[in-house]
């Protein structure tokens, strides 16, 4: 295989707040400007109330009632998937929910789940640990099924294991660039011959409230039940679940199976700040050298990309560094690509952030527009608008190609520090309603 056989992304799937369970979905969502942000959940023993008066506490926000849940975060039928009752109460909702999802991808390419046993394919999933199920400090009927079932590292083995496949697999950790990461390792891997094909996805279902009271303590989370990311008048951010998945393979594979191609990786990276900044700081200049060296891997004029899809926390050292990061590179090489983040929709959804806005990336050249990236009345002073082409995209925009394709990019990046970046290109004169 050679760079003259692009990887482009050929089968999708998602689940996301406000009961969005297919692309479709959520493309219906972005498209309309729907705000999918509820209450916090009632049903999983947090102590809500308490949460809710935070403030009593000295130097703490509140947290306001609002973000972006699951439904049923992790519901499936494990016996379809080989799974005893017992084992299935001890198997965490991240690991059910990437089980579900790369399934779904699978369907939405025209690969048979059901036929892929010792089948030379790689899997990439995204997550971070949380907290979930009956306590490990005793001998109990759960003992022997935690292992697999609770820790982190079992989401991508777990995923491979219920399919058959034989190929390179990680659970990536990155913080919240870590669906951008598998994105980046699973195109690497297919790119070197490490596999046929390959899953890549992120999922986040939180099993307790610790990062909120993590961000009301640091007077980080929003204040009025809002994601209002790149604005002015933003107060924070609000945390969310859900998840994605999506196939990598070489375009000549796909065009001999006949997949659909929603886009092609151009180029991805990603890097780390380094020190000198506490940790949790962003860092403009990392984020900018990150961009330039994704940008010269691409093989296109940066002036070409028109969709920005950005990290977009809501709060103001987060837009800050990345819209520097953004005016320096994109901004600074004439671009005029709208720049917007689905956070505003459905809040951040931490280790799936990344994977949902590279979805909305290629659903929005699927249809040739961008959606409006909520909240952008008043855009943030942090940076000098008038001193770029860049847009914050304030309505549903059309999108025209460049040469032949639509080009857009995605941003995200980690409380650890780490950086992830890519750009795709999108073929033009393919655009459906329904996929």
Known sequence: MNDADPIVVSGMSLEA????????????????????IGRLPRDR??????????SRLEGWANACDAGGFLDDPGAFDPVFFNISAREATVTSP???????????????NGINPDALDEEEAGCFVGAYPTEYGPAGGQADEYSG?????????????????????????????????S???????????????????ALAGGVCVMGSPAIIYDFARQNELATDGHCRVYADDSSGTLWAEGGGFVVIETESRAKRLGHRVFGRILASHYNHNGKGK?????RSEAQEKLIRRVIASSGIDAADVGM??????????GDRAELTALLNTYGAAGSAAYVGSAKSNIGHAQAAGGMLGLIKVLLAGWHGHVPASLFTDNPTRLIDWDSTGLRLATKLHPWGPKRGSRYGAVSSYGADGVNAHTIIGMPVGEEHDDF
């Open 45 to 54: 023993g947090w102590p809500v109330d308490d949460m809710l008066s935070l």
């Open 145 to 177: 099924y935690r292992t697999v079932g609770r820790i982190t590292e079992g989401i991508a083995g777990r995923v491979s294991h219920s399919l058959g496949l034989a190929g390179p697999c990680a659970t990536v950790n990155t913080g919240c660039a």
């Open 308 to 317: 920005i899809e950005g990290h977009g926390t809501a709060t103001r050292a």
């Open 17 to 36: 707040p406000g009961g969005v369970r297919a692309p479709s979905e959520y493309w219906r969502a972005l498209s309309e400007s729907r705000e999918l």
């Open 278 to 282: 506490p940790i949790l700081t962003p």
């Open 179 to 197: 669906s951008l990461t598998a994105l980046h390792l699973a195109a690497s891997s297919v790119r070197n011959g490490e596999c046929d094909w």
């Open 94 to 108: 991240q690991i059910r929910l990437a089980m579900l999802l790369a399934w779904k991808a699978l369907e939405n």
